[in-house]
């Protein structure tokens, strides 16, 4: 725990101030100018306090020294087995810039919407159990090369016999060099958060916010492990890469030419290096609910407030507003249609024009 210098009391990161912000005389320190005993040599490794779920085996970090009892990736209620271990130091993180209630809010309006939620999502929100995460995601750094032999079709305009103007396309095999460099290719490092919601999520802007690591921006915060190698990863970044080479080579041709070679073809060509790796920190408000057997999963992107909302279905509900549609639907096509002929010619024309104009 990272105590005030004023009072001794807790400090915990702010994100309105971006700052340590002491929970007793409010006082706000910067996090790179408060240290722990344990933080004072800037190793590979830093010690942590550990919690496994016995449930499903996910691990978090925190700086607590306990935690409510239940699991936000398989969303089970169980008792969580603590311990210190000594885990692999980031070098970046992008503190956490969105509140746990404007996450609150947002799920809410999107709660609201959805008339097969349950009705508890809808009273409650169903998300003050959020967690504010920081997921250890892996960065590369690559360098693309290479002298290309492309074929390039090119349309141009030509003169017929009578003067009148015609399009004409030739193809001409042309070499053309590159070079590019690709920084913060991310991809989450933790086998327990999902690919599917770190995508849905994403991006982050690495850029802007991206910061050298200190443990102090944890505080008040949870981190998941990295269990992941960064080998995992590299030849699906590298291949990512190669395709925006291939996009940014086909935006360079004038508006008269068209690339004729495969993107394979290209792809083949550029050499890519990886240049280095780094282990960061993003920031995720993350939640699984277990309803009836079945795990949903709430995710919001904590510097940009982009919102992954996989929410429950009630199947009273579900049956219910079935039940509802299908009854005039029977009506409709069934019962007015078997009395009166001309009238079900209309409604079949209706619906074929409705049809049509939906599609």
């Known amino acids: 725990m990272y105590q005030c210098k004023n009072c001794g009391g807790e400090?915990?990161?702010d994100v309105a101030t971006q700052a340590l912000r002491?929970?007793?005389?409010?006082?706000?320190?910067?996090?790179?100018?408060v240290e722990k005993e344990r933080d004072a040599e800037y190793l590979d490794f830093m010690e942590v306090?550990?919690?496994r779920c016995t449930q499903c085996g996910a691990e978090i970090q925190s700086e607590d020294q306990s935690i409510?009892?239940?699991c936000s990736y398989c969303g089970a209620a169980t008792v969580l087995d603590k311990k210190i271990e000594k885990?692999?130091?980031?070098?970046?993180i992008i503190p956490f810039q969105i509140k746990k209630e404007y996450?609150?809010?947002?799920f809410q309006k999107r709660v609201e919407k959805d008339i097969y939620a349950p009705d508890e999502l809808k009273i409650t929100g169903g998300v003050e159990a959020l967690r504010g995460i920081y997921m250890p995601y892996w960065m590369y750094h690559f360098k693309q090369s290479g002298i290309m032999n492309l074929r390039i079709n090119n349309v141009g305009s030509s003169y017929g016999n009578k003067g009148h103007s015609q399009s004409a396309s030739y193809v001409t095999n042309e070499l053309i060099k590159m070079t590019a460099e690709y920084d913060g290719m991310a991809h989450d490092a933790s086998s327990t958060f999902p690919d599917r919601v770190?995508?849905?999520?994403?991006?982050?802007?690495?850029?802007?916010?991206?910061l050298k690591f200190s443990p102090a921006f944890l505080t008040g915060f949870y981190a998941d492990s990295s269990d992941i190698p960064s080998e995992s990863y590299m030849f699906y970044e590298s291949e990512h890469c190669k395709e925006i080479s291939v996009q940014r080579i086909k935006n360079r041709l004038s508006q008269n030419q068209t690339l004729k070679s495969s993107d394979e073809e290209v792809r083949r060509q550029i050499k890519s290096e990886l240049v280095d790796k780094d282990l960061a920190m993003f920031p995720v408000w993350f939640l699984s609910l277990r309803r009836h057997n079945r795990i949903s999963h709430i995710a919001v992107n904590g510097q940009t407030g982009k919102l992954l909302a996989d929410i429950p279905i009630s199947i009273k509900k579900f049956v219910k507003?079935?039940?509802l549609l299908a009854l005039p639907i029977f009506i409709l096509l069934f019962l007015i249609p078997g009395s009166f002929g001309e009238f079900s010619m209309i409604c079949a024309m209706l619906m074929t024009l409705l049809a049509e104009i939906i599609y």
């Not at 002491?22 to 100018?33: I, R």
């Not at 770190?198 to 991206?210: F, Q, V």
């Open 11 to 13: 400090l915990r990161f």
């Open 22 to 33: 002491c929970q007793s005389c409010k006082a706000t320190f910067n996090p790179y100018n």
């Open 49 to 51: 306090n550990v919690f």
């Open 68 to 70: 409510s009892g239940f």
């Open 87 to 92: 885990v692999s130091r980031p070098k970046y």
């Open 103 to 106: 996450c609150i809010n947002e």
């Open 198 to 210: 770190s995508e849905k999520i994403g991006p982050y802007d690495i850029y802007n916010r991206l």
């Open 321 to 323: 507003y079935t039940l």
